[in-house]
């Protein structure tokens, strides 16, 4: 069970049983798990994108989501928690998502691009959502160090999500629009 050793001092203590800690550790299980998982799939959609630019921002991601597991497990060590990976099913349905989404595009043509970026922002958002769930409830426990770890990952998760934004507007989306079915 985690104890509660990196609070800040005007937290109450609250038990190792809390459903909330426990909530707290399941969700970062899930993120791990889901994290560990993504960096594979963005090498596949690294390798299946047409455009240099949207290859070049997959990998920048995948480096980043090399770190961000790295991080995670610091933020289980900094609860004293041995860190666990817990099957994500968002994530799996995602990356299944990115897969069909690859099926059923053109092999080099800029709409594969434009549904690629679509897939990766859903990731964008699902990463988004649990990190700043996550870092809530580590402020709500009292776990400074992890609300700090956590909103690390959470700034990186939304960059990427603006530099895909920007990767769609300013060179995919309008060529994509006039290629053919």
């Known amino acids: 069970m985690a104890t509660k050793t990196k609070k800040s ?11 909330l800690n426990e909530l707290f550790i399941d969700e970062l299980k899930d993120i791990y798990w889901a994290e560990k998982h993504l960096t594979k799939a963005l090498d596949k959609l690294a390798k299946k994108a047409t455009t ?20 995670l497990e ?7 928690e041995k860190a666990v990976a817990k099957k994500c099913e968002a994530m799996d349905g995602l990356i299944k998502e990115a897969d069909e989404i ?30 700043g769930t996550l870092k809530s409830l580590a402020g709500v426990l009292g776990y400074t160090e992890a609300v700090e770890l956590l909103d690390a990952t959470l700034q990186e998760e939304k960059q990427t999500d603006e530099l895909l934004t920007q990767c769609a507007e300013s060179s995919i989306n309008q060529p994509a629009k006039r290629e053919k079915a």
């Open 52 to 71: 240099e630019e949207l290859r070049n921002a997959i990998l920048t991601h995948r480096d980043q989501t090399e770190n961000q597991i790295t991080r």
């Open 102 to 131: 690859v099926k059923s595009t053109e092999d080099g043509s800029i709409t594969r691009d434009a549904g690629i970026i679509s897939a990766c922002q859903k990731v964008e958002h699902y990463e988004i959502a649990s990190y």
């Open 9 to 19: 001092p005007e937290t109450t203590e609250i038990a190792e049983e809390s459903a």
């Open 74 to 80: 610091s933020v289980f060590e900094s609860i004293d």
